[in-house]
């Protein structure tokens, strides 16, 4: 059983930057792709990033490509979601989700993902 935790979320102003941070717990974490969703207010949960288990593929969602980054540290049991250059749209819940499955998919669907985080709340003002 893969435990997620999120954290990093916070207020910051249109523009500005935040990392959030997701520990799991368990040695099979090194096997498993990691993805960051997202639920805004009122809407569906949705897809923001993926990174497969080595770290040498990732995938994002159009909106976010050239200012998210997400990245993993194995050693540490942890993946990372760095978001640069933030719009109030991006205002949502984070969540980190685990895949245990053997094939990566750059643009996972909910239904693909076994564990899923708390989440962690980013609002982006303007």
């Known amino acids: 059983q893969v435990q997620l935790v999120e954290s990093g979320g916070g207020l910051v102003q249109a523009g500005g930057s935040l990392r959030l941070s997701c520990a799991a717990s368990?040695?099979?974490?090194?096997?498993?792709?990691m993805g960051w969703f997202r639920q805004a207010p009122g809407k569906e949960r949705e897809f923001v990033a993926t990174?497969?288990?080595?770290?040498?593929?990732?995938g994002y969602t159009d909106s976010v490509k050239g200012r998210f980054t997400i990245s993993r540290d194995n050693a540490k049991n942890t993946v990372y979601l760095q978001m640069n250059s933030l719009k109030p749209e991006n205002t949502a819940v984070y969540y980190c989700?685990?895949?245990?499955?053997?094939?990566?998919?750059?643009?996972?669907?909910?239904?693909?993902?076994?564990?899923w985080g708390r989440g962690t709340l980013v609002t982006v003002s303007s």
């Open positions: 989700a685990a895949d245990s499955s053997t094939c990566f998919n750059t643009t996972p669907t909910i239904g693909m993902m076994d564990y």
């Open positions: 368990g040695r099979t974490f090194r096997t498993y792709s």
């Open positions: 990174i497969n288990w080595s770290g040498s593929i990732r």
